[in-house]
């Protein structure tokens, strides 16, 4: 069930209905699609309407963040807990119920998605990745990559290009790829590689992933603002509601 959080169409799954969910894609006919909002890119597709437009007609839209499951709770339609994509993906990766589901990795710097294959299958040798692309190429490059996606119909394709370019590519051409799932997936392939350090568990469990992103990587202070922003923007609209009740 999709709850409406602040405009953003989210869907209201635990981990594990997410994954059943995902493998229930990969046996459809159209492509489905899998968009991982946190707070951050939530409060950028409040300020794009296209953006926030393509959120929405996702298949599958996850709480990718503390953030937005608190927001949801402050204005009281909670979901009941985070779903990050980048656990998600993992999971899918190495999750036994996907080992006869084929991969490619769209994304990331030339080598990293290469690198991140390689590590995944120290603990998943049953990974069947058919192809790899990095992130970095030109516009005019797009229909050959997509004629070599089509020729290889991989069952899942992730898509690592940060939001929003990720979705918004998605969105344009997902009719026209032969894939079952296309999942935008951020930075993920960067982790799997270990190019990006996750949070160590603490973090996780006391949901200060973002402060440790913010030691490790000190310029995305700017794009972290948009966190508090978007919590600001769910108190207005729960102190807006109780008024209008009042």
């Keep these: 069930m999709k709850k409406d959080i602040l405009g953003i169409k989210i869907d209201d799954v635990t981990m594990e209905e997410a994954l059943e969910i995902a493998l229930s894609f990969t046996k459809c006919d ?3 699609t899998v968009y991982t909002p946190n707070a951050e890119i939530a409060m950028v597709a409040l300020q794009d309407n296209e953006f926030l437009d393509i959120l929405n007609q996702g298949d ?8 937005v499951v608190l927001a949801s709770k402050i204005i009281n339609n909670p979901l009941r807990q985070k779903v990050a994509g980048f656990d998600l993906s993992s999971s899918m990766l190495k999750d036994p119920r996907f080992h006869g589901k084929t991969f490619f990795f769209l994304g990331a710097k030339p080598g990293v998605a290469e690198k991140a294959v390689d590590m995944v299958k120290v603990s998943n040798p049953n990974l069947q990745v058919v192809g790899i692309q990095h992130g970095y190429f030109k516009e005019d490059e797009t229909q050959q990559i997509i004629r070599t996606i089509n020729n290889l119909q991989p069952d899942i394709l ?3 290009l940060g939001a929003p370019r990720q979705e918004k590519w998605i969105h344009t051409h997902k009719d026209h790829l032969n894939a079952k799932l296309i999942m935008g997936i951020g930075g993920t392939i960067d982790g799997l ?23 490790k990587q000190p310029k995305r202070f700017g794009r972290m603002l948009n966190i508090p922003s978007f919590l600001c923007q769910a108190v207005r609209y729960r102190m807006k509601t109780k008024k209008q009740m009042s």
């Excluded at 599958?60 to 953030?67: E, N, Q, R, T, Y």
């Design 193 to 215: 590689a270990g190019e990006v350090k996750r949070a160590p568990d603490v973090f996780v469990k006391w949901n200060l992933e973002w402060l440790y992103r913010l030691v």
């Design 60 to 67: 599958l839209v996850i709480p990718d963040g503390a953030g």
């Design 158 to 160: 992730f898509v690592g």
């Design 30 to 32: 159209s492509a489905k």
